[in-house]
């Protein structure tokens, strides 16, 4: 979600979605646990539930009026 309000071009949302999955390969090896990896990955910025109301709100008003 995150990418594709940042992203520029559709290219850069296809790099950015690479970098995090090779980020989360990477950290996945990591992990110990044979638990759901998704659940102990560590995001660098921030969880989709952790963004600001009013940041989703300004983006989707200005994808809208695009």
Do not use: H
């Amino acid at each position: 979600m995150i990418n594709q309000y940042i992203r520029r071009s559709e290219e850069e949302y296809e790099e950015f979605n690479r970098m995090d999955e090779e980020r989360y390969a990477q950290e996945k090896g990591y992990n110990s646990t044979p638990v759901d990896a998704k659940k102990s990955y560590k995001y660098r910025l921030m969880k989709e539930d952790e963004i600001p109301s009013w940041f989703i709100e300004t983006v989707y008003c200005v994808l809208s009026s695009a």
